[in-house]
């Protein structure tokens, strides 16, 4: 039976004294709650609990009245009340309308919002350890991996364990620096409070357009009162200060700030921007974060002892006590949308979550999403523009380099113009990126004797080959195999040749072009862990590299002062295909690039290799002229009633027979009968343009709707009669961003 959203007076019924039948859900994979006595003692409204559940006890949250209905005898009793503070209501009518939304169970959302280990173990000492004052007497190679190791923990303590591990060492290593009081080993309570943060510790003076908009959002902060407000400014006009202002005010008025971030490499020059503020370092939430922290955190975070939360997008689901302010960096980045298990997109479920609370919402983005741009428009969200860069920088100059008549061999990217710029930035002890948005030495393999490209036997996608690993790898599933010497098709001996240009084949390049430089290579592959990649963008920002290559990852906020050129090796790279926002996209990951150039003290250049040159897209880029490529987007989409002027939801079906999985996807189109009442409309079934993944064959449809449909509730009932056998499986996704 499903059970009404809470309502706000409901909180009156608070406590449900012992033996009183109460509602418990669960992150069991069961469709709603359980009746369970209350324990001696009795239990409120949304306390954390530990119940039996067959032979297993397992973690849950009372949810309600129990719903009864057979013997009360026969109910079982919840086991114990956990010593933390009970789920508030509006973390439970957040979770319900989330839910309701993506239309996800329950017990999937409430799994979401309990991923710490230990939640149910009782308070306890453990033995922790950290940096010492001391020196060892002898220093080796690995005791020095694990004092730098336990030194980028700023003070933060680990387990054995940890600290071994990061370090790449066995614990007695680890404790062979125990004497020398290099490091510390020390008793402590397994969650500590954070240190408290000071608003007034370390603020900067503003320009004048930073002032304006930070006091815009104080007073926000001030008023406890939902709104949204979209922070947009030019790449290196100081947004982050202007939002850390905000983040003061919620300190001042004794609420909590959360702080989302599109990538873990981001947190390490971010960390420390927050600490040189406030005085101390936030709490941490994402999957860089050791399982002691991310328990201390989530802890912390239910008692009101953590007053900034600086994280990934699933850091939205902790447990605050006084959630003021949610700030979502970078808020046009595509890592915010989850396309696996709870299909949410962290920036609309902060906006959620914040009109729930009657908090403050900052959207903060040079190139903000079209979505963003238009509730803007609409007058939905506030405005706060920054126009022009902090200090002394300002904006990089903007080139295209037309390729269609240059002469390059088939193995060469770089072009003679673009050397050229790069040679000037090296004679000037200056720093150059050049860019190319695919990971590996090349996208495809082709023997030369049959014709045949190397596939992944278990999804119907290339390997790319990776020279620097020595393997080839599947982007999709992670399969990886020894480069071959003999083709697999034919057998044909060193005829297997690579086609393409990948960020290791730029490099190598670059190497060959320029061989006395320090060339860097940024890529999430060429790194084992989120502290090795931290590390080598700090080496850069230092001055560590005369060139940079890299893909994505370097447009997501770094800062390199040395940085005056850019260079895109394929700016047409994203504008092939059919994806709906393949134009927003391109224009962001373009402009985004190229506020890396010039962000100190000299002036920048961001150079577009580029076959299409006259294409909307690039004058757009080139031109400079923002507010018209979003106007142009915008009426495009809302002449074809596509989103954000319409609403669409994907389906996505699989399974290990592929006649079984068409069949179902012409089951549901053929009874479309629901969604034609609220005249929705669904196109295929068709092949996933990566029709098989890990083995299993992937089908999708996709549902079109008007804005205003109640779109959630047709898919509900489309899908409801629907029973899936053997190994099918059903996905719906709600605001779909990718459709691959």
């Given at each position: 039976?499903?059970?009404?959203?809470?309502?706000p007076?409901?909180?009156?019924?608070?406590?449900?004294?012992?033996?009183?039948?109460?509602?418990?859900?669960?992150?069991?994979?069961?469709?709603?709650?359980?009746?369970?006595?209350?324990?001696?003692?009795?239990?409120?409204?949304?306390?954390?609990?530990?119940?039996p559940?067959?032979?297993?006890?397992?973690?849950?949250?009372?949810?309600?009245?129990?719903?009864?209905?057979f013997?009360?005898?026969?109910?079982?009793?919840?086991?114990?009340?956990?010593?933390?503070?009970?789920?508030?209501?509006?973390?439970?009518?957040?979770?319900?309308?989330?839910?309701?939304?993506?239309?996800?169970?329950?017990?999937?959302?409430?799994?979401?919002?309990?991923?710490?280990?230990?939640?149910?173990?009782?308070?306890?000492?453990?033995?922790?350890?950290?940096?010492?004052?001391?020196?060892?007497?002898?220093?080796?190679?690995?005791?020095?991996?694990?004092?730098?190791?336990?030194?980028?923990?700023?003070?933060?303590?680990?387990?054995?364990?940890?600290?071994?591990?990061?370090?790449?060492?066995t614990?007695?290593?680890v404790?062979?620096?125990?004497?020398?009081?290099?490091?510390?080993e020390?008793?402590?309570?397994?969650?500590?409070?954070?240190?408290r943060?000071?608003?007034?510790?370390?603020?900067?003076?503003?320009?004048e357009?930073?002032?304006?908009a930070?006091?815009?959002?104080?007073a926000?902060?001030?008023?406890?009162?939902?709104?949204?407000?979209l922070?947009k400014?030019?790449?290196?006009?100081?947004?982050?200060?202007?939002?850390?202002?905000?983040v003061?005010e919620?300190?001042?008025?004794?609420?909590?700030?959360?702080?989302?971030?599109?990538?873990?490499?981001l947190?390490?020059?971010?960390?420390?921007?927050?600490?040189?503020?406030f005085?101390?370092?936030?709490?941490?939430?994402?999957?860089?974060?050791t399982?002691?922290?991310?328990?201390r955190?989530?802890?912390?975070?239910?008692?009101?002892?953590?007053?900034?939360?600086v994280?990934?997008?699933?850091?939205?689901?902790?447990?605050?006590?006084?959630?003021?302010?949610?700030?979502?960096?970078?808020?046009?980045d595509?890592?915010?949308k989850?396309?696996?298990?709870?299909?949410?997109?962290?920036?609309?479920?902060?906006?959620?979550?914040?009109?729930?609370?009657?908090?403050?919402?900052?959207?903060?983005?040079?190139?903000?999403?079209?979505?963003?741009?238009?509730?803007?428009?609409?007058?939905?969200?506030?405005?706060?523009?920054?126009t022009?860069?902090?200090?002394?920088?300002?904006?990089?100059?903007?080139?295209?380099?037309?390729?269609?008549?240059?002469?390059?061999?088939?193995?060469?990217?770089?072009?003679?113009?673009?050397?050229?710029?790069?040679?000037?930035?090296?004679?000037a002890?200056?720093?150059?990126?050049?860019?190319?948005?695919r990971?590996?030495?090349?996208?495809v393999?082709?023997?030369r004797?049959?014709?045949?490209?190397?596939g992944?036997?278990?999804?119907?996608a290339?390997?790319?080959?990776?020279?620097?690993l020595?393997?080839?790898?599947?982007?999709?599933?992670?399969?990886?195999?020894?480069?071959?010497d003999?083709?697999?098709?034919?057998?044909?001996?060193?005829?297997l040749a690579?086609?393409?240009?990948?960020?290791?084949?730029?490099?190598?390049?670059?190497?060959?072009?320029?061989?006395?430089?320090?060339?860097?290579?940024?890529?999430?592959?060429?790194?084992?862990?989120?502290?090795?990649l931290?590390?080598?963008?700090?080496?850069?920002?230092?001055?560590?590299?005369?060139?940079?290559?890299?893909?994505?990852?370097?447009?997501?906020?770094?800062n390199?002062p040395?940085?005056?050129?850019?260079?895109?090796?394929?700016?047409?790279?994203?504008?092939?295909?059919?994806?709906?926002?393949?134009?927003?996209?391109?224009?962001?990951?373009?402009r985004?690039?190229?506020?890396?150039?010039?962000?100190?003290?000299?002036?920048?250049v961001?150079?577009?290799?580029?076959?299409?040159?006259?294409?909307?897209?690039?004058r757009?880029?080139?031109?400079?002229?923002?507010?018209?490529?979003?106007?142009a987007?915008?009426?495009?989409?809302?002449?074809?009633?596509?989103?954000?002027y319409?609403?669409?939801?994907g389906?996505?079906?699989?399974?290990?027979?592929?006649?079984?999985?068409?069949?179902?996807?012409?089951?549901?189109?053929?009874?479309?009968a629901?969604?034609?009442?609220?005249?929705?409309?669904?196109?295929?079934?068709?092949?996933?343009?990566?029709a098989?993944?890990?083995?299993?064959?992937?089908?999708?449809?996709?549902?079109?709707?008007?804005?205003?449909?109640?779109?959630?509730?047709?898919?509900?009932?489309?899908?409801?009669?629907?029973?899936?056998?053997?190994?099918?499986?059903?996905?719906?996704?709600?605001?779909?961003?990718?459709f691959?």
């Amino acid at each position: 039976m499903a059970r009404k959203t809470l309502l706000p007076h409901e909180s009156d019924i608070g406590f449900y004294e012992t033996g009183t039948l109460v509602a418990v859900l669960t992150a069991q994979p069961l469709d709603r709650p359980l009746d369970y006595k209350a324990p001696e003692g009795g239990c409120f409204l949304g306390a954390f609990v530990e119940v039996p559940l067959g032979p297993r006890k397992v973690l849950g949250v009372v949810w309600g009245p129990g719903l009864g209905g057979f013997d009360i005898a026969k109910a079982r009793s919840i086991i114990r009340v956990l010593d933390t503070p009970p789920m508030r209501e509006e973390m439970r009518i957040f979770l319900e309308k989330c839910g309701a939304y993506t239309l996800t169970p329950l017990s999937l959302m409430l799994r979401l919002a309990t991923r710490a280990p230990g939640l149910c173990d009782a308070p306890s000492m453990r033995k922790v350890y950290r940096r010492g004052d001391g020196t060892p007497s002898r220093m080796t190679d690995a005791r020095q991996r694990v004092i730098e190791a336990a030194e980028e923990m700023g003070g933060l303590a680990l387990t054995l364990k940890e600290l071994a591990d990061s370090a790449g060492v066995t614990t007695q290593v680890v404790k062979g620096l125990l004497p020398s009081g290099a490091i510390l080993e020390e008793e402590s309570p397994r969650d500590t409070p954070f240190p408290r943060l000071h608003p007034d510790y370390g603020s900067k003076p503003l320009t004048e357009d930073q002032e304006a908009a930070a006091a815009q959002l104080r007073a926000a902060q001030v008023s406890h009162e939902y709104r949204t407000t979209l922070l947009k400014g030019v790449t290196g006009s100081g947004k982050t200060e202007v939002y850390l202002e905000a983040v003061a005010e919620a300190l001042r008025q004794g609420r909590q700030a959360l702080v989302l971030l599109p990538e873990i490499a981001l947190s390490a020059e971010f960390l420390a921007r927050v600490e040189a503020r406030f005085g101390a370092r936030p709490a941490e939430w994402h999957s860089g974060v050791t399982m002691t922290e991310r328990r201390r955190t989530w802890r912390m975070v239910a008692e009101g002892h953590a007053q900034l939360v600086v994280g990934a997008r699933s850091a939205l689901f902790l447990p605050y006590q006084n959630l003021g302010l949610i700030v979502v960096d970078e808020e046009h980045d595509t890592s915010y949308k989850q396309d696996e298990g709870v299909m949410y997109n962290a920036r609309d479920m902060a906006v959620l979550r914040a009109s729930i609370l009657g908090a403050q919402v900052v959207l903060a983005s040079a190139t903000p999403c079209l979505e963003t741009w238009a509730n803007a428009d609409a007058g939905k969200y506030d405005r706060l523009v920054l126009t022009s860069r902090f200090g002394e920088a300002v904006l990089p100059e903007m080139k295209a380099l037309d390729m269609r008549p240059e002469k390059l061999p088939s193995n060469r990217w770089i072009s003679a113009r673009m050397e050229t710029a790069v040679r000037q930035r090296m004679e000037a002890g200056e720093q150059a990126l050049l860019f190319l948005n695919r990971r590996g030495y090349a996208p495809v393999t082709l023997c030369r004797a049959c014709g045949q490209q190397i596939g992944c036997p278990h999804c119907d996608a290339r390997m790319v080959e990776h020279r620097f690993l020595r393997r080839l790898v599947c982007h999709q599933c992670g399969e990886s195999t020894p480069i071959p010497d003999r083709c697999p098709s034919c057998d044909a001996e060193d005829r297997l040749a690579p086609v393409g240009p990948g960020v290791e084949r730029l490099a190598e390049e670059a190497t060959t072009l320029f061989p006395d430089a320090r060339i860097a290579v940024l890529s999430s592959d060429l790194y084992g862990t989120a502290r090795e990649l931290k590390e080598q963008i700090v080496q850069i920002a230092e001055g560590g590299a005369d060139i940079i290559i890299g893909t994505q990852l370097v447009a997501k906020g770094h800062n390199f002062p040395l940085l005056t050129l850019v260079g895109v090796i394929d700016a047409d790279l994203g504008l092939q295909g059919s994806d709906l926002r393949a134009a927003e996209r391109t224009f962001q990951l373009m402009r985004q690039v190229a506020g890396r150039a010039g962000r100190a003290d000299k002036p920048g250049v961001a150079m577009l290799q580029t076959y299409q040159p006259e294409h909307p897209v690039i004058r757009a880029i080139l031109g400079g002229d923002e507010e018209a490529f979003w106007k142009a987007e915008a009426e495009e989409r809302r002449a074809a009633g596509m989103p954000p002027y319409g609403r669409l939801a994907g389906i996505i079906l699989s399974g290990g027979e592929a006649q079984q999985v068409f069949d179902l996807g012409t089951h549901l189109a053929r009874n479309d009968a629901p969604l034609r009442r609220v005249g929705a409309v669904v196109y295929g079934p068709a092949p996933a343009p990566i029709a098989r993944v890990r083995g299993r064959h992937r089908v999708r449809l996709l549902v079109k709707a008007e804005k205003g449909v109640a779109l959630q509730a047709a898919l509900r009932e489309w899908v409801a009669g629907v029973t899936l056998r053997g190994d099918l499986r059903l996905a719906i996704d709600i605001d779909p961003q990718s459709f691959f």
